[in-house]
């Protein structure tokens, strides 16, 4: 199994900045993609940013400019840069992975657990 550590959440005032960042580990064979999202209360969870394992990147058009999904595939790590915030950002974000346990195995769609972000003066 793979294990997706999340990291870097918390209480932030509008206009600031935050980094999260999600380590995949485990006895993984290959991570493909990997991404972002969040959900609100009382709200679907959506999709904010995701990024291939050859650095293509997708973002919602609400976060397009402000974030920054990068990734270190060294380290099976995978960030979101969050600038510009306002409390239409406050949500919990998880972080999720494609992995392979196997060179011929099947792509398994792993998420984190999530970390809450606020915005709030």
């Known amino acids: 199994q793979v294990q997706l550590v999340e990291s870097g959440g918390g209480l932030v005032q509008p206009g600031g900045s935050l980094r999260l960042s999600c380590a995949a580990s485990?006895?993984?064979?290959?991570?493909?993609?990997m991404g972002w999202y969040r959900q609100a209360p009382g709200k679907q969870r959506e999709l904010v940013a995701t990024?291939?394992?050859?650095?293509?990147?997708n973002y919602a058009d609400s976060v397009k400019g402000r974030f920054t999904i990068s990734r270190d595939n060294a380290k099976n790590t995978v960030y979101l840069q969050m600038n510009s915030l306002n409390a239409e950002d406050t949500a919990v974000y998880y972080c999720?992975?494609?992995?392979?346990?196997?060179?011929?195995?099947?792509?398994?769609?792993?998420w984190g657990q999530g970390t809450q972000v606020t915005v709030s003066s």
């Open positions: 990024i291939t394992s050859g650095g293509t990147t």
């Open positions: 485990g006895s993984i064979f290959s991570i493909n993609a």
């Open positions: 999720n992975a494609d992995v392979k346990f196997t060179r011929l195995g099947r792509w398994y769609l792993h």
